[in-house]
């Protein structure tokens, strides 16, 4: 159960959904450990209403599994979900790029509008490679959702954005139990978001194709350490 204290009242069912999120992001709420509404409204000294509409809510966005009998639990994903999330995210961020990098000059305008916006993100890049390099998993997962979620905002529509942001928190959930048990995480936290920020303001098509595409074969070699059972699934044992 995760460790909490009062919540303040004003956008309440936000404000459970985001802490409960922070909890199973931060690896203090695991898969396979039920909780009920009633427990959740005890532990934030709310009413059921609020905590009952967030535990929903995060169900819709894949995250948590409801039983009506037993209550909720954080939904486990396996290897195979996780590479089918890179993929998903290939094809999608993928086809953005394409649509900005078409040789119509598109790039060109949109990043004069989103000067300020780019500052940011940039910022936000640092900050997680920072992270990643040091290993400090909490501090860059935080990070690295912001910096794709304000990416997202300069260079695609609010639909994808959505959809990518869901699948980065996915991914997270499932990385994290195995990355908190890693000795050698640094090796495998991906810290190439200042190179994809200035391959995209130079307005660098075969820069930025090239930086996904490392992006995306860290994923996917990550996930066959992981079926090779190096290191284990968090919580089962060895076959």
Do not use: C
Request: a negative charge; aromatic letters at 8%.
């Amino acid at each position: 159960m995760p460790a909490s204290g009062p919540v303040n009242r004003s956008t309440l069912r936000e404000q459970i959904a985001d802490a409960l999120r922070d909890e199973v992001l931060a690896g203090r709420l695991q898969p396979r450990v039920e909780f009920t509404v009633k427990q959740i409204a005890e532990q934030y000294g709310v009413s059921a209403t609020p905590v009952r509409e967030a535990l929903f809510d995060l169900s819709a966005q894949g995250l948590l599994e409801s039983d009506q009998h037993r209550g909720f639990r954080v939904r486990e994903f396996t290897v195979a979900d996780y590479r089918s999330m890179v993929d998903a995210r290939a094809l999608v961020i993928d086809a953005v790029f394409r649509g900005l990098f078409d040789g119509t000059g598109a790039v060109h305008g949109l990043l004069a509008a989103h000067q300020t916006a780019l500052v940011s993100v940039r910022r936000r890049a640092e900050e997680a490679a920072r992270a990643a390099r040091g290993g400090d998993l909490d501090i860059l997962i935080g990070y690295d959702l912001r910096f794709w979620r304000e990416l997202g905002a300069v260079v695609t529509n609010p639909y994808l954005t959505d959809f990518l942001h869901r699948l980065r928190v996915q991914a997270w959930v499932f990385a994290v139990p195995y990355l908190r048990g890693d000795a050698d995480v640094r090796d495998w936290l991906w810290n190439g978001h200042p190179e994809l920020v200035e391959a995209i303001t130079t307005a660098d098509g075969d820069a930025v194709r090239e930086v996904l595409a490392a992006y995306y074969a860290h994923g996917l070699n990550w996930a066959d350490r992981l079926a090779a059972g190096d290191p284990p699934h968090p919580g089962h044992p060895r076959n």
